[in-house]
């Protein structure tokens, strides 16, 4: 999913009749939806409503029963779309490589296809990581980091290879709340830096309200409702209210 | 345990058309073997010095009761240089080697890793199952080289010692020397490259293929090494029948 790499500049993104089925359970049951270039998209639902299914169906770890997603109006399985387009993942687990360092982890893309000298993969590399700042931990390995430091580098290594989509699997979870707003500006601030257009698949109704700007929300694999984050708050659908306003209820 | 030969073979094939790409992964290669040699030598020396031993302990005393002291170097020579070298070598290493290739692989797998690779392009045969091929590939024929002359060693010195033999290590030597010719040990060492070829595509797959957390990791290890020794057995008898021809 990476082309050569040049300046980013955010790709539109759309997802049409997007079926699966893992046995007879039925995940995806038609998804539609579109992103505009530099868009900040936030899939919002409970657990087990599909969202990470479909996350890995937009960067090609799955394949789907039925319909299409489109980057730029071309289809994603097309080969010079690969070849054209650079996406990224940053995982829910952050994905680092635990038997390397931080810094061999961000600048792993550019190391194993060879696209820059070393020095020059070195230069990017603390500069990307200086952007997450992070630049300290460019020695230290995976295990010695916290889960949003690990989330961070992650943010890093997808931004070596300039994306023009960056797809976000909850990454905000198991942190707490002072990264997770960390984690947030990070969205807000690479869409004003450089364009990315985000997809983010959470639960967290913050991170979603505070970066969004629109709101998907799915549950069992159809998509509820589509629009700017007032208008979903103000949806008259009682699953998404109760998702939305569901508190603790102490008994005094 | 068969009805993933096929993957296996599939990923085999791969591999075999990923070699271009071995120079390129050399420093991978490079402590890949590292470690494989690091992690089996004492017991490779350890395990064949005793093979020898036990061997000649086991038929010297039978051969020189029937005045064939002369044979003990032969039948130490060959049964270590043709058979017990390289299979007793490659089940060592299916354990130590080959579990840790697919505990390395599977908790790449099961922590998402593997799929980390993949969006950034990078081909995980290429990455990591190549390097692992190619190293043990290159590993375990050296190693099995070298159990073959300490446990030609632990032989001479049993039938040195031992007090129903007291052959002298010279004559040992030399009557292994008159038995014994190049190819046979060539065909040990052949033997041998062929486990380590079973061990790293077995290994790799079930790492590859591992599903469920920590339990399936350690599922996949037990499947590596189990499996493997299992074909080792069997692609033993195969070889032979072929080597003798």
Not at chain 2, 57 to 68: A, F, K, Y
Not at chain 2, 175 to 186: A, P, R, S
């Amino acid at each position: 999913m990476n082309g050569p790499l040049n300046h980013a500049t955010g790709v539109g993104l759309v997802v049409r009749g997007l079926r699966k089925n893992f046995g007879d359970q039925p995940v995806l049951n038609g998804i539609d939806f579109a992103v505009q270039p530099g868009e900040i998209f936030v899939i919002m639902g409970p657990s087990g409503s599909g969202k990470s299914v479909l996350l890995k169906h937009l960067i090609g770890l799955e394949a789907p029963d039925a319909g299409e997603i489109l980057i730029n109006s071309e289809p994603i399985t097309a080969p010079e779309v690969a070849a054209k387009y650079r996406m990224a993942l940053v995982f829910q687990s952050g994905a680092l490589l635990n038997s390397l360092t931080v810094g061999e982890n961000v600048g792993l893309y550019l190391t194993e296809h060879r696209l820059k000298p070393a020095a020059e993969i070195e230069r990017i590399v603390l500069e990307k990581l200086t952007d997450v700042g992070l630049k300290d931990a460019l020695h230290k390995m995976p295990s010695e980091l916290s889960g949003g430091m690990k989330k961070r580098v992650a943010i890093a290594r997808a931004l070596v290879i300039d994306p023009q989509l960056i797809l976000y699997d909850e990454p905000t979870s198991e942190l707490d709340p002072v990264s997770a707003v960390i984690i947030g500006n990070e969205i807000l601030e690479l869409k004003q830096r450089i364009g990315v257009t985000s997809l983010v698949v959470s639960h967290d109704r913050d991170l979603a309200f505070g970066v969004a700007d629109r709101i998907a929300f799915i549950a069992e694999g159809r998509i509820v409702t589509i629009g700017t984050p007032d208008e979903v708050k103000n949806f008259k659908d009682p699953l998404v209210q109760n998702f939305l306003h569901v508190e603790f209820q102490r008994e005094h | 345990m068969f009805e993933n030969i096929g993957e296996v073979v599939l990923l085999f094939w791969r591999t075999l058309l990923a070699l271009p790409q071995a120079w390129r992964q050399r420093r991978k290669i490079y402590e890949q073997f590292f470690e494989i040699g690091n992690a089996s030598l004492l017991m490779v020396c350890v395990l064949s010095f005793f093979i020898g031993a036990v061997i000649a302990l086991q038929t010297g005393p039978v051969l020189v009761e029937r005045s064939l002291a002369s044979a003990v170097g032969g039948v130490v020579g060959i049964a270590i240089a043709k058979e017990l070298a390289p299979v007793m070598m490659a089940i060592l290493i299916a354990g130590r080697i080959g579990s840790a290739m697919a505990a390395e692989i599977g908790s790449m797998r099961v922590y998402q890793e593997i799929d980390a690779l993949r969006t950034m392009n990078i081909n995980p045969i290429h990455y990591l199952v190549l390097p692992r091929m190619v190293a043990i590939a290159l590993a375990l024929p050296l190693l099995v080289t070298f159990a073959i002359l300490v446990g030609w060693f632990g032989g001479s010195v049993v039938a040195n010692y031992n007090h129903r033999m007291e052959i002298p290590f010279l004559a040992f030597f030399s009557d292994l020397k008159t038995i014994v010719v190049l190819k046979d040990v060539g065909n040990g060492v052949f033997k041998s490259f062929c486990f380590a070829l079973i061990i790293g595509a077995v290994s790799c797959h079930q790492g590859l293929t591992t599903i469920g957390g920590p339990r399936g990791i350690g599922r996949s290890v037990t499947k590596a090494v189990v499996n493997s020794i299992v074909f080792i057995v069997i692609f033993d008898y195969i070889l032979t029948r072929f080597l003798q021809q």
